[in-house]
């Protein structure tokens, strides 16, 4: 649960007031809500990890289920934000500080351990204040997804940028080759320093965070170094009702 020694915090955001769908969190797959079955998922790999919830629904509901929960500010614009104010209320509940903070996606109720220890992983690098995860597409049906974030990298696994369009753009699109042409859709899972997590969130938006609506793309721009790892598991979110009855079918499967 330790890489090189660090104190990890594991925090998942989880709000109810979700555009596309309300009230996410506590919507049930199989048995189980989706908050609780994304925590079960993460429980393994982190020695503190905690919900960060603004609606008390989903704080008791974690509190049922036996998990950590803290109750944070409802004027958070970000899951990043939240994250920092919870780390902060963790700490001095515990009265411990923590190396890196990773910040996890309520809505991934089927997250993989190995794509959390990736992440962790990047910390091993000495210069690593904020990392992330990526996914190597090589079907081209999954370039249709409209929904997805795309992140180019550097030779060296530090991210160049963050689109909601697809990068790099191949002009000849007929003759696109996967097995040559790397396209790595960006999982939306993030590790952050303490220091550069508090830096990150007091930094004002930037012009393309806000054309793409990606904050992580506010690091960049302000000069800012995030690793890329990258995954041999693609990441599954619940954003939709058409997702969450995926989900439920995915559950039933043997």
Do not use: W
């Not at 990890?8 to 189980?32: D, E, M, V």
């Not at 597409?137 to 696994?157: A, H, P, Q, W």
């Not at 991210?159 to 040559?180: M, T």
């Not at 904050?215 to 790892?229: K, P, S």
């Amino acid at each position: 649960m330790s890489t090189n020694n660090k104190v990890f915090l594991g925090i998942i955001p989880a709000r109810y007031a979700s555009t596309r769908l309300p009230g996410k969190p506590l919507a049930k797959i199989g048995s189980r809500t989706m908050i609780e079955r994304v925590y079960q998922r993460c429980l393994p790999h982190f020695n503190h990890l905690y919900v960060a919830t603004d609606d008390s629904r989903i704080f008791h509901e974690v509190q049922k289920f036996k998990g950590n929960v803290v109750m944070t500010s409802t004027e958070h614009e970000s899951g990043t934000d939240r994250c920092l104010e919870a780390c902060n209320i963790i700490s001095s509940q515990l009265d411990t500080s923590f190396d890196v903070v990773i910040n996890i996606q309520g809505d991934e109720p089927f997250i993989e351990g190995e794509s959390l220890q990736l992440l962790k992983d990047l910390f091993l690098k000495k210069n690593c204040e904020m990392g992330t995860l990526a996914y190597r597409i090589t079907n081209r049906e999954k370039l249709k997804n409209v929904g997805n974030v795309y992140v180019t990298k550097s030779t060296g696994d530090k991210a160049l940028y963050f689109s909601r369009s697809l990068i790099p753009n191949v002009r000849d699109e007929i003759q696109l080759d996967l097995s040559k042409t790397a396209i790595f859709k960006h999982i939306g899972i993030y590790g952050y320093t303490y220091d550069a997590l508090d830096r990150f969130s007091q930094m004002k938006p930037s012009p393309l965070e806000l054309a793409e609506k990606l904050e992580q793309n506010r690091f960049l721009e302000n000069d800012g170094e995030i690793y890329v790892a990258v995954t041999p598991h693609e990441a599954v979110a619940v954003d939709t009702s058409e997702d969450l009855t995926k989900a439920r079918q995915k559950i039933k499967e043997p």
